[in-house]
């Protein structure tokens, strides 16, 4: 009897300490697990951060090509307008000097027509190109806009990939750390119940 209930006190002094060695390897594993999780979490969300933020710069970088090509377009014709009309002013000035030297009516009379033609003609090209230039202006702001946003979003998955190899370390540590306290807290958990189990056998020979 004095065998049994000394095995008893044993036991039961050997499960609390079994009992208190679970609870702080539970402990331990729960902060992993937490700790895992987060990592994790933050590693994927990182991930999705820089996947989005690619997509985005492909769009941005698709309306860019849209926007240069119309500004491109614009240039072009405004720089046309702009040679054509240095041409109808060279012209003008040209006729007006022959207009010094006509002789007859009908001769001044006809450079004086073909004078007002290319007048004509001058006024419709820069109506033309002043019309082109706050259109130009609107392109180029409009780029300037979408260079910076793509600036920004570009900085923002440089600085997320910079930040990944660290992260992807904290990960891989963290699920380590989780994989050793998962173990621990099994181990202590396991002998926690052996020790249980053997004080619930002895203590009931103890009643019988």
Do not use: W
């Not at 079994?18 to 987060?38: D, N, P, W």
């Not at 990939?161 to 750390?177: D, F, G, M, Q, Y």
């Amino acid at each position: 009897m004095v065998s049994i209930e000394s095995s008893v006190k044993k036991l039961a002094k050997q499960k609390q300490e079994f009992s208190k060695i679970r609870r702080s390897s539970e402990r331990e594993f729960q902060k992993a697990k937490v700790l895992s999780r987060k990592y994790t979490s933050s590693l994927t969300s990182l991930q999705k951060r820089v996947i989005t933020s690619r997509e985005q710069i492909e769009g941005i970088s698709y309306t860019l090509n849209q926007k240069m090509s119309q500004l491109e377009s614009v240039q072009r014709l405004k720089n046309a307008a702009q040679e054509k009309l240095d041409l109808e002013i060279q012209n003008k000035e040209k006729l007006e000097s022959e207009a010094e030297f006509a002789i007859t009516d009908d001769e001044k009379q006809s450079i004086s027509s073909r004078i007002n033609m290319i007048t004509s003609v001058i006024v419709d090209i820069k109506n033309e190109i002043k019309q082109r230039t706050p259109m130009e202006k609107k392109l180029i702001q409009i780029i300037d806009e979408i260079n910076n946003s793509k600036s920004k979003i570009s900085n923002s998955v440089k600085k997320n990939l910079e930040s990944r190899p660290e992260l992807i370390n904290l990960v891989k540590n963290s699920a380590n750390k989780l994989e050793k306290t998962t173990k621990k807290f099994h181990s202590s958990k396991s002998r926690e119940d052996y020790a249980k189990n053997k004080l619930n056998k002895v203590s009931l020979e103890l009643s019988k």
